[in-house]
């Protein structure tokens, strides 16, 4: 199975620049999912890597490199209502299943 | 609104109760999945439904009972629960379990407190 690691938490400056990383250990990637949760909301889907390199949607970014089982969000701009959970999910085809694992979430805090 | 809806949004029961948990999605998915989301954890599978078929069940205890009638409604049957499954339950669709690129869509879940 995989191992997900992410920070636990985060902490930044409206208007400011933020990464959150993720690493993780698998026999057979097939994919990386970035979701971002707001308390007591749904998960919702921000950004997908499946080749190495950068992903830009907007103020977010997600990259990917597969030969260092590594990826980071990257936001650009903090606004307050960035403050929330951001949760890094890795898909393993080892497994015969082409469903994500969730890592434990940073919960990433944006103060003026 | 992520076409996932979830109810009831808060559930308050006792060990010996039996209730369950209801998830309906309006985005015509094949794929319907349960979470359990318990603080400081990640999300835990619980269960994946393609096509009303389960495909998975990840060592759930058997007084969690899952039943997909339709490819747009999936629920959860609660029975002698222990206080340790207090807990957010989560819903998420998907167009298919087996698609390269495979966005899941949530609800915003059921926050379920056993006494």
């Known amino acids: 199975g995989q191992n997900i690691d992410q920070p636990t938490e985060m902490t930044a400056t409206e208007g400011a620049i933020v990464q959150i990383n993720c690493t993780y250990q698998?026999?057979?990637?097939?994919?990386l999912f970035w979701y971002q949760q707001h308390a007591g909301e749904a998960p919702t889907f921000l950004s997908y890597?499946?080749?190495?390199g950068l992903e830009e949607k907007g103020r977010f970014s997600s990259f990917l490199s597969r030969s260092k089982g590594y990826s980071y969000l990257l936001l650009k701009e903090l606004q307050m209502k960035d403050s929330a959970s951001y949760l890094c999910a890795v898909r393993d085809q080892a497994g015969g299943s082409y469903i994500p694992t969730f890592g434990r979430g940073t919960s990433l805090i944006v103060h003026p | 609104e992520t076409g996932v809806t979830q109810t009831p949004r808060h559930l308050v029961m006792g060990m010996t109760n039996k209730k369950s948990l209801k998830c309906e999605q309006h985005?015509?998915?094949?794929?319907m999945y349960w979470y359990k989301q318990s603080a400081k954890k990640p999300l835990e599978l619980m269960f994946v439904?393609?096509?009303?078929?389960?495909?998975e069940n990840n060592s759930v205890p058997s007084r969690f009972s899952p039943e997909c009638p339709n490819s747009s409604h999936l629920f959860l049957h609660l029975h002698t629960l222990q206080p340790e499954d207090s807990a957010l339950y989560l819903c998420?669709?998907?167009?298919?379990?087996?698609?390269?690129?495979?966005?899941?869509?949530f609800g915003p879940g059921t926050r379920l407190t056993v006494l």
């Open positions: 890597n499946v080749l190495d």
């Open positions: 985005l015509g998915h094949n794929a």
């Open positions: 998420a669709s998907s167009p298919s379990v087996a698609r390269a690129y495979n966005e899941q869509f």
């Open positions: 698998t026999s057979g990637f097939n994919g």
């Open positions: 439904y393609s096509l009303e078929e389960r495909v």
